[in-house]
């Protein structure tokens, strides 16, 4: 693994963290907004129906913030790893 590759790996890793820690600890106001813009295309529906919308995607932001978080976690923990041990004289 060269210099260049190493600080990819940490840029990706840093990157894909940050967006999954955004999503999982705002998923409550993005689907709470996406709900609300899905109601609004609609003209209206009933109460249980707009529930419904809003669980499903603050499930769907926590859901992909978590695979975005951990594939970061991830690829930062890998790049550290194969850094510290098996290049060490580099």
Do not use: C, P
């Not at 890793?13 to 609004?40: C, M, Q, R």
């Not at 209206?44 to 695979?67: K, L, Q």
């Not at 930062?76 to 510290?84: A, H, P």
Request: no cysteine; net charge negative.
């Amino acid at each position: 693994m060269t210099k260049d590759n190493f600080n990819l790996f940490i840029t990706i890793g840093a990157i894909l963290s940050i967006i999954g820690f955004i999503l999982l600890f705002f998923s409550t106001h993005f689907g709470t907004s996406l709900a609300e813009n899905w109601l609004v295309n609609q003209g209206g529906v009933d109460t249980a129906m707009y529930h419904i919308r809003v669980e499903s995607y603050i499930t769907n932001f926590v859901v992909s913030g978590g695979i975005l978080f951990g594939l970061g976690l991830f690829t930062l923990i890998l790049t550290y790893f194969v850094k510290m041990h098996f290049l060490k004289d580099q």
